[in-house]
């Protein structure tokens, strides 16, 4: 045989072992962000999907074969959200996809879903652009801005609210979290005073922290991560800004502004999808403990709890439509997500159409808790507190 001969037949045995390896398990695909400015969150979500597939293989795994993950580092970036998803479709054979936390990642990624035909899992975007572009390989277990806002109106009376400020990260996701608030006050006779943006890697707020305590505003709800949020809540701890502020992120913990903010916290509320401190605020309690449980026992960081069950709702939804479908095949597990009920850490997840007729996305109707930061520690609210 040729020298060449041998090159191929040795390709060709590669290429079928590979498909051999491959047809051994499930394999399920995570793009998230493990480096870069968000890679806490990102390695999170991670760590919550690793517990839903080791809790899925420990049952039997799903059609009589295991769960594997197959993780990719979005580098928190979109471009490499983007080339992540491909290299998971086209190199690894996923069958489905969760991802890819932030919205402006995700809305990266959705083309090459719609390229290849692989259904995707959304777990954190909040956008209403990811489910309202007409993608129909798209379903979001997270709520899109307009939920969170929508789930937030029956506090707004208990908070007594007057008049709102805003500030947000200048992209996508600050965008449309603002938009969504701003219009639910409104709708309840609390008008905005101010909106303020901020860029993603800014270290100064001062400015427009100073503008806000000059204003008559007496609310201050705050969308960005924990490395900034934290920032907030030392600059206006040094301004002696009277108004209260809200963390609308529902995804940077009060545990780590306790952490990192110390006293400068106090006082401030937090929205989230999930309250580890009190798992009886879960609509599935029994999942939640275990999940708490399953998190405890790897020894994981208490406040990475909250992203984690993202990750974790996420996979057992993927997994719950695969069953259903009966076969690991991308267009049927896109079919069968339609159908899937799964009691979840959040909600108990169903999908609704949202988007275009004829190219719908799925979305799921996410809760929201509202916790507060009190002399160091996380408690349930005190409306009252100033």
């Not at 969308?223 to 992120?249: D, G, N, Y």
């Not at 006082?267 to 879960?282: E, G, I, K, Q, S």
Request: aromatic content about 6%.
């Amino acid at each position: 045989m040729s020298t060449k001969g041998v090159i191929v037949s040795a390709v060709a045995a590669l290429a079928l072992s590979v498909s051999a390896a491959f047809a051994d398990t499930i394999r399920i695909g995570v793009n998230q962000p493990l480096t870069g400015p968000v890679a806490a969150s990102g390695n999170y979500v991670t760590d919550g999907a690793r517990i839903a597939a080791e809790e899925i293989n420990a049952r039997g795994g799903i059609l009589g074969q295991q769960v594997e993950l197959v993780i990719e580092d979005n580098k928190s970036n979109p471009t490499e959200a983007a080339a992540a998803a491909e290299k998971l479709i086209m190199r690894d054979e996923v069958c489905a996809m969760m991802g890819a936390w932030g919205s402006t990642m995700t809305l990266a990624v959705m083309p090459k879903l719609e390229e290849y035909g692989v259904p995707m899992v959304v777990e954190t975007a909040s956008s209403g652009k990811v489910t309202n572009s007409g993608n129909k390989w798209i379903f979001r277990t997270a709520p899109t801005s307009d939920m969170l806002a929508e789930s937030f109106s029956p506090f707004v009376e208990k908070f007594g609210m007057k008049k709102a400020a805003f500030l947000a990260v200048n992209n996508d996701w600050g965008k449309s979290n603002t938009d969504a608030y701003s219009s639910m006050l409104d709708k309840r006779g609390v008008p905005t005073a101010l909106r303020e943006t901020m860029d993603a890697a800014a270290v100064d707020l001062s400015a427009q922290l100073a503008k806000i305590k000059a204003s008559d505003a007496d609310v201050l709800l705050v969308t960005t991560e924990i490395e900034q949020l934290t920032l907030v809540f030392k600059q206006a701890h040094a301004l002696k800004m009277p108004q209260r502020i809200i963390a609308t992120t529902t995804s940077s913990t009060p545990d780590q502004a306790i952490e990192h903010a110390g006293s400068a916290a106090d006082n401030a509320y937090f929205t989230v999808l999930f309250a580890p401190w009190f798992p009886d605020m879960a609509p599935n309690p029994e999942v939640a403990k275990f999940f708490a449980e399953e998190w405890e026992r790897k020894g994981l960081v208490f406040a990475g709890r909250i992203e984690g069950q993202r990750g974790y709702d996420a996979i057992l939804s993927i997994a719950a439509a695969i069953e259903k479908a009966g076969k690991a095949e991308p267009d049927a597990i896109r079919q069968a997500l339609w159908e899937v009920e799964v009691k979840g850490v959040n909600s108990n997840i169903r999908f609704n159409k949202q988007g275009p007729e004829g190219a719908e996305s799925g979305q799921n109707t996410a809760n929201v808790f509202v916790v507060q930061v009190k002399d160091g520690k996380v408690v349930r609210p005190d409306f009252a507190a100033q």
